[in-house]
């Protein structure tokens, strides 16, 4: 059995899961989250938990276990809790501003670079270099932070660019100076 499939899925107080099927629908203090899931897998709701079955050992069934599982807790854990990412950008010149709901990035481009953010992600900058993506659902979350750090990413010989907050950029030497 899976290890991580076979774990029960906690729902904490003041979220509701309503299970239709195989769509899943999360509703909590954060927002609500809904998703389809595989149709091979079993999703019950018992004793105010959340338990994935599936039908057979077959190496199709138990991949999908322990990845249903965890989009379901995700789900959970998004409603109640929320996802963040931390962008840090390095770099002369290099910074990030609002501008009302939009991420104003000035990278180094003739031009500001504007993201405006889908629906359920907020952005934030604690700082000009420091930006904060946050949201309930940890997919979008994670594209839209990844979607910011490729305007500029960061690169080996100075290290300028956008990366994420705890991120190492392995270094290059740059060039010496030759002899003759």
Do not use: C
């Not at 939009?102 to 907020?122: D, M």
């Not at 940890?138 to 290290?159: C, D, L, T």
């Amino acid at each position: 059995m899976s290890r991580i499939g076979r774990k029960p899925i906690a729902v904490p107080a003041g979220v509701e899961v309503k299970i239709d099927g195989h769509t899943v629908t999360v509703k909590g203090p954060k927002g609500t989250l809904n998703r389809t899931l595989h149709e091979e897998m079993d999703i019950v709701m018992e004793d105010g938990q959340i338990l994935v079955k599936r039908p057979s050992d077959d190496i199709k069934h138990r991949s999908l276990h322990g990845l249903t599982r965890t989009l379901i807790h995700n789900m959970v854990v998004g409603v109640t809790e929320g996802f963040e990412k931390k962008l840090e950008i390095q770099g002369v010149g290099y910074n990030a501003s609002m501008q009302g709901s939009n991420l104003k990035l000035s990278l180094g481009f003739s031009h500001p670079v504007i993201v405006t953010p889908p629906e359920g992600i907020t952005i934030s900058t604690p700082s000009s270099v420091v930006i904060v993506v946050s949201g309930a659902d940890k997919e979008k979350v994670g594209m839209v932070a990844a979607e910011i750090r490729a305007w500029r990413e960061p690169e080996p010989y100075k290290g300028k660019g956008i990366r994420y907050s705890g991120e190492y950029v392995r270094r290059k030497a740059g060039k010496t100076g030759a002899t003759k």
